[in-house]
């Protein structure tokens, strides 16, 4: 069994891939194992595929005639691993030489995930995203930054005795963050490492660039509808629901939520998020249904808002 499983997605990254894929094959860490998902991709990606493939033992190319997106070729990848931990590598992204091998180091026997931080890689310069506690933590939800994956590796025991996956909605608009959510939660020692960096590049073609409010707040409500659909999330402790919800303000661009502090710093259930979020979602982005008809409650302030044949009404509430 190898001691890392790394699962890269590849779908017409050519011009970083050769840079990436030289970067893995060329791992300190001998006993490695490699899962590259040709996505459907394009002839200069398998080009690139077949200079490198053969170089290193254990390199596994699953070639698919039809693009399943990047959750679907994460969750293909999770299903192949045999790995004792599990790694993740963007193919428009790239690790230092000795990164896995540092990372795997760092086990002992009740680790369960090892971070690092890592550095946005920009044209014209190089930013360093640290962690926000670069020690040893239980509650890995405290150290991340953000809702981010690649910058660690996972027991295949956690993800999959825990049933964690990506989102399975076919949406890949904050795609990390379900899984980054959901491993947090059910992780029980973490340790992270200062100084060890996993290089992402900022591209103008990036998912998320370019995209409007509406459609950031649509993919947020269902990057959460996807969180909350792990049955296994009901079970957590009150300081793993608190640190959730630190992690998804951090992490995700919930506008309406961002204006409520003192409401989510008193989260104490999974049941007062989930009535948290269906609030603000009815407020902020009402359904076509709600905008005939709907009554939300503002978390803030004590206004009603009223909606019915496509009209609004704000009604201020008395206090007391």
């Known amino acids: 069994m190898p001691k890392?499983?790394?699962?890269?997605?590849?779908?017409?990254?050519?011009?970083?891939?050769?840079?990436?894929?030289?970067?893995?094959?060329?791992?300190?860490?001998?006993d490695m194992e490699f899962i590259?998902?040709?996505?459907?991709?394009?002839?200069k990606c398998r080009e690139i595929i077949n200079k490198y493939k053969d170089l290193r033992e254990n390199i596994r190319?699953?070639?698919?005639?039809?693009?399943?997106?990047?959750?679907?070729?994460?969750?293909?990848?999770?299903?192949?691993?045999?790995?004792?931990?599990?790694?993740?590598?963007?193919?428009?992204?790239?690790?230092?030489?000795?990164?896995?091998?540092?990372l795997y180091n760092a086990v002992t026997d009740n680790t369960d995930i090892v971070y690092c931080s890592h550095i946005i890689e920009e044209p014209n310069k190089s930013n360093i995203v640290d962690l926000l506690s670069p020690s040893q933590k239980a509650n890995s939800l405290d150290v991340l930054t953000c809702g981010s994956i690649w910058n660690g590796i996972y027991k295949a025991e956690l993800i999959k005795g825990n049933a964690v996956s990506f989102n399975k909605?076919?949406?890949?608009?904050?795609?990390?963050?379900?899984?980054?959510?959901?491993?947090g939660c059910f992780s029980q020692n973490c340790k992270a490492i200062k100084d060890l960096y996993y290089h992402c590049m900022q591209r103008k073609g990036s998912t998320t660039n370019?995209?409007?409010?509406?459609?950031?707040?649509?993919?947020?409500?269902?990057?959460?509808?996807?969180?909350?659909?792990?049955?296994?999330?009901?079970?957590?402790?009150k300081d793993k629901l608190e640190s959730l919800s630190d992690l998804l303000m951090r992490s995700l661009p919930i506008t309406a939520l961002e204006k409520f502090p003192k409401?989510?710093?008193?989260?104490?259930?999974?049941?007062?998020?989930?009535?948290?979020?269906?609030?603000?979602?009815?407020?902020?982005?009402p359904t076509f249904l709600q905008r005939l008809f709907s009554v939300s409650q503002h978390f803030s302030k004590p206004i009603k808002k009223i909606r019915f044949l496509g009209l609004s009404f704000k009604i201020k509430q008395k206090k007391g």
Request: aromatic share 12%.
């Open 36 to 43: 590259w998902i040709d996505n459907a991709a394009n002839n």
């Open 210 to 237: 370019g995209l409007s409010l509406l459609q950031r707040k649509t993919a947020t409500y269902e990057i959460l509808e996807e969180i909350f659909a792990n049955p296994n999330m009901s079970t957590l402790a």
């Open 263 to 285: 409401e989510a710093e008193a989260l104490t259930s999974l049941a007062h998020f989930k009535k948290m979020y269906n609030q603000t979602k009815a407020f902020s982005h």
């Open 169 to 183: 909605n076919g949406k890949s608009i904050y795609r990390d963050t379900v899984f980054a959510a959901q491993v």
């Open 61 to 102: 190319v699953i070639s698919l005639t039809e693009n399943i997106g990047y959750s679907g070729a994460m969750n293909l990848g999770l299903e192949k691993a045999t790995g004792d931990f599990i790694g993740f590598c963007d193919t428009d992204d790239w690790v230092d030489y000795d990164y896995y091998e540092r």
């Open 4 to 30: 890392i499983s790394v699962i890269s997605p590849i779908y017409n990254t050519d011009p970083y891939l050769a840079d990436c894929l030289d970067h893995l094959v060329k791992q300190t860490l001998q």
